[in-house]
Structure formats: C-alpha cells, structure tokens
C-alpha cells in the first residue's frame, strides 16, 4: 500500500525515528500505527514509552470529589477562556450530584448556546465517577490539562492528594504489578524475545532474562510500586503505609 506523508510524520512524531524508517515500517506493518510502532521497538529503534500517541485536541480537566470530566475544544485559546473553564467545572459537578448521565444531558442542553457563544465545536470526551474506597483525593495540574482521582481504603486524603499528584506526573498504566493486563505483557514478551535474538543471546538464556524485563515492566508501570516524586527512596506502596490504593482514574487532554 501508499502510505502518505501525514502517516509517515504522526510516526515519527510518536517515535523520534528518522522519516525514511518510518516510512519502510509503515510499509511492512501495512499502514497499521501501532504495528509500525512495535516494528521501530523490535528493531531497537523506538522505546516502550514512545507507542503513546500524542493528543492533538485541546481542552481542560475538572474534578468535584469523586467525579472527573474532560471537555475538549478547537483551540488552547478557547481552553484557556474563562466561560469554558466554568463550563467543565460545571459538568463536573453535576456528574457528582448526578452522575455521568446526569453531566451529559446537561451538556447536550447547553452545547449549542456555548458553540455559538465562543465559536468552536465542544465534546465531553470522557466523564466518570469513581465509587469504592474510604478516602478520596485528587489533583489537576496549573495547566488544566492533567488531572486525577485516587481512591484509598485507610489514611488520610493529603496522602491520596500527594498520589494523585504522582499519578498526574508519572502517568503509571495500573494501580498494581499484578493488574497489568495480559495482552500488554505477551505483546512485551514478543518484543524482548526479538530485541535479544537480534543482540544475539543465546536461546537458553533468553527466557530468563525476559522474565527479568517483564517483572520490571509491570513494577515499573504500576502505581503503588512507583518511586514517590516527593520522596524517591520510597515507594508508593510504602508511603502510603498501611493504606491500601483502591483505585485512581487519570484524564489528560
């Protein structure tokens, strides 16, 4: 197949691989993105972290208690314009008081007089209410576009603010090693299993490693065994003591 200039350059903009190679991967993986992604890694030529594609659409998140939104507009100017801030506030505080339904329908009752007033399209994107758990803390970040909800069985909700907080700046993929979906591990397998034959390690030798690189994937993308921005030399896990993490829920827009 053709694969055009435009794919070409969202690949290289999630990869940092030169134009040409993206070019011959997009061309093996059929002009699959996520394909030509692990086709980079398995070459040695992508990291792990550069499959996450970048959003293009500006907005803002809003948190009220347990409740967390995500509006998206045309443009950071409009993100940034006071009426729309109040508007994503607004939906999630009614996603609080009446759930995920309840901040829909009251987007769709206001939408068209917000796109006319401010002169772009809207999309709630994503809304949710997080249940389980004794204690909640949250935290957006100053530019409205990173926000998230934690939710703790025990402690306090400064601690649960401070993983949030985490949450927001190290963007985990689970709360838990052992939450790693299955997928994400076999499709992690495969690429360790190419990247050592390549490098050339011997066959009895290359499952062992690769459980090695696996146990350290799923630590590494886990929450609570995450080193603590504020404090490095504990984990999550042990700042939180005997706090159990229930559960968080982190938008980016």
């Not at 690429?191 to 690769?210: H, R």
């Amino acid at each position: 197949m053709t694969v055009t200039a435009a794919q070409t350059k969202e690949l290289r903009d999630k990869t940092g691989v030169g134009m040409l190679t993206c070019m011959k991967a997009l061309e093996e993986a059929n002009g699959d993105m996520d394909k030509a992604v692990d086709i980079l890694r398995k070459k040695g030529e992508a990291k792990a972290e550069a499959k996450a594609s970048r959003e293009t659409a500006e907005g803002r998140v809003a948190i009220s208690g347990r409740a967390i939104v995500k509006l998206l507009c045309e443009t950071d100017f409009v993100a940034k314009n006071e009426k729309f801030q109040a508007l994503v506030e607004e939906l999630a505080k009614k996603a609080e008081t009446d759930g995920v339904d309840g901040a829909k329908s009251h987007f769709e009752s206001v939408q068209k007089d917000y796109v006319q007033e401010i002169g772009e399209n809207m999309k709630l994107d994503q809304a949710e209410v997080v249940e389980g758990g004794s204690v909640v803390g949250s935290y957006v970040h100053s530019n409205g576009k990173l926000g998230a909800i934690v939710i703790l069985d025990g402690g306090t909700e400064m601690q649960a603010k401070d993983v949030a907080m985490h949450a927001v700046a190290m963007n985990p993929l689970v709360a838990n090693p052992e939450d790693v979906p299955q997928e994400n591990i076999n499709k992690e397998k495969e690429i360790y299993v190419d990247q050592l034959k390549a490098e050339g390690k011997p066959a009895e030798i290359i499952d062992k490693i690769v459980e090695g690189k696996v146990k350290k994937y799923c630590v590494e993308r886990a929450l609570s065994s995450q080193p603590f921005v504020k404090d490095p030399s504990q984990t999550i896990s042990q700042y939180l003591g005997d706090a159990k993490l229930v559960k968080f829920v982190r938008y980016e827009v």
